[in-house]
């Protein structure tokens, strides 16, 4: 796997290293140690697989809050996403700054979000499926979201909106005042 660092410290775009033969590639997607090595969570305990029928389907922006924050590890496995992670640890000196990346089933590239983000993901295309792993398990007591066209992000989603969540629509916006 290739690591390329983005503008938000312990946000990385993940390249597979693609060994292609007449039978098709192999290539790792996982390996605890190499994670560790770039100083990321390698801590895995849960795997989810998100299907979305139509593109402009935006999903997000979630977060767990402490003690049960999470980092997680995305990839597109069919069509095609483009992936966000906003900044929302409060030391932090990009706090609420955004990166985002075109993930697809082509790229094989994946996007490892640590924990004190928020995440979310808007479909390119019919038909997609995307594949996450996390470094904690669901606590609905924990979960929050922030709205995904809050001004104080300034998100510049490559779509129109087609499909949101009602829980998703409505999060209300961040309160930049607040510490």
């Not at 033969?21 to 090595?37: I, K, L, M, T, V």
């Not at 993930?103 to 038909?127: C, K, S, V």
Request: glycine fraction near 8%; hydrophobic fraction near 35%; charge should be negative.
């Amino acid at each position: 796997m290739i690591f390329h660092a983005t503008e938000l410290d312990g946000v990385f775009i993940v390249e597979l290293e693609i060994i292609e033969d007449d039978r098709g590639f192999f290539a790792c997607s996982w390996a605890p140690h190499e994670f560790e090595q770039h100083g990321l969570n390698p801590r895995l305990v849960r795997c989810n697989v998100s299907f979305n029928k139509r593109a402009g389907t935006l999903r997000g922006m979630h977060f767990q809050t402490k003690p049960h924050e999470e980092a997680k590890l995305v990839r597109c496995t069919q069509g095609a996403i483009y992936d966000v992670a906003i900044d929302l640890r409060s030391n932090s000196p990009t706090r609420y700054r955004w990166v985002g990346a075109e993930l697809t089933a082509d790229n094989h590239r994946m996007l490892y979000i640590p924990e004190g983000f928020a995440h979310g993901y808007q479909t390119l295309t019919d038909r997609t499926e995307i594949s996450y792993q996390m470094s904690e398990g669901y606590h609905p007591e924990s979960a929050g979201g922030v709205r995904w066209d809050d001004p104080a992000f300034g998100i510049k989603w490559p779509l129109p909106l087609t499909v949101i969540a009602e829980r998703d629509a409505t999060y209300p916006p961040v309160d930049l005042k607040v510490g």
